[in-house]
């Protein structure tokens, strides 16, 4: 089969591969759209993982079930399926202790273009199909299934880690697509004031769509100095880090209110330490909790959101600012995510 593959780092292209084999608790699925995140490009371009070879890119897309192992029960061919980012081992020890995602070992649930190929492929591997899989409403398209995949759930596991409550005032540092959902998140949650930290138009735009109610840019001054200016010193009763480097901590911390909760599910894609304020972390005693996880997968966790999605409680067409079709606009998609132009939210591509 043809598949778009990282070479090594620093270089990507089109290979030839065997097509995946069927285990007997899973399934083969053809893509019916996939989308690029911004982790292709750290993987690709950074190396953040370490270097890879020929192996397949890509962990967001939708698809069309192709064949399932003997075991699986709730799957057939030409179901048209969710597929989540992280597909956990859920016979493991550490699903069965609650965090699936590092099923195998610490973000060993993610697979796909890590420790196996991903999705950029004619046809891609998961394991524990009916764990891991979840139909695809009806009313729910190829583009909208994409951002099911990793965007939406990342950005809300944000606001499950930061713990926002009714009434909350909550603050999200970066609006790309994970912190838009972020802030979408924390809105279906009862946040009653949501503060966005970043400048560019059209996200600013989509965030106020999705219920953020204040913005603040980093060319105005430090984020946390202008936190505590909105709030009269009192600081946010919640952090979502979206955005940033191990740096955005320092102003995370400081603005946050004690008994607060900062919730990271930014990818750390570079640096050795995060920097966390001494004095205004309460000398390591302000009751100022700091949670950084990564997203749960699975089949439950897709059901939900593709029901808020296909319910009109969710809309994510936002999000899929640029939409190609093709696989021969793959690379284009990448090389776009990697540049960034000011217009990009997020790429897709539709295999038509």
Request: glycine share 14%; charged share 20%; net charge negative.
């Amino acid at each position: 089969m043809k598949a778009y593959a990282m070479l090594k780092i620093g270089e990507s292209g089109w290979i030839e591969k065997e097509r995946p084999v069927c285990g007997p608790m899973d399934a083969i699925v053809r893509p019916l759209a996939v989308a690029i995140c911004t982790s292709d490009v750290h993987t690709l371009w950074e190396g953040a993982i370490g270097d890879r070879h020929n192996m397949i890119l890509g962990h967001e897309g939708c698809g069309e079930v192709v064949e399932v192992g003997e075991l699986v029960r709730d799957f057939k061919p030409g179901d048209r399926v969710l597929v989540p980012a992280i597909t956990p081992d859920w016979n493991s020890l550490e699903a069965q202790a609650g965090y699936s995602m590092h099923s195998g070992g610490m973000l060993a649930g993610w697979k796909f273009s890590n420790f196996k190929d991903g999705v950029f492929g004619e046809f891609f591997h998961v394991n524990d199909a009916d764990g891991n899989l979840a139909i695809m409403p009806d009313n729910v398209s190829p583009v909208e299934a994409c951002m099911l995949s990793d965007m939406v759930p990342t950005g809300f596991h944000g606001v499950e880690l930061a713990d926002v409550k009714f009434g909350d005032t909550v603050l999200v540092i970066g609006i790309g697509p994970v912190g838009l959902m972020s802030v979408a998140g924390a809105n279906l949650r009862g946040a009653a004031r949501i503060m966005a930290v970043g400048t560019r138009p059209n996200c600013v735009e989509v965030a106020k769509g999705y219920g953020a109610t204040e913005f603040i840019s980093y060319r105005d001054g430090g984020i946390a100095e202008q936190v505590l200016k909105l709030t009269d010193g009192k600081g946010v009763d919640r952090v979502i880090v979206a955005g940033g480097d191990g740096d955005t901590f320092i102003d995370a911390v400081a603005a946050l209110k004690p008994g607060g909760a900062v919730g990271n599910v930014n990818y750390l894609g570079t640096g050795d330490y995060v920097r966390i304020p001494r004095v205004e972390w309460g000398v390591g005693m302000g009751h100022k909790q700091i949670n950084g996880g990564l997203m749960p997968g699975g089949r439950l966790r897709m059901e939900k959101l593709g029901a808020l999605v296909s319910a009109g409680r969710l809309d994510v067409k936002p999000l899929a600012s640029h939409v190609f079709h093709g696989w021969e606009k793959l690379e284009e998609a990448l090389f776009l995510m990697r540049d960034k132009p000011a217009d990009l939210i997020k790429p897709v591509v539709v295999i038509d």
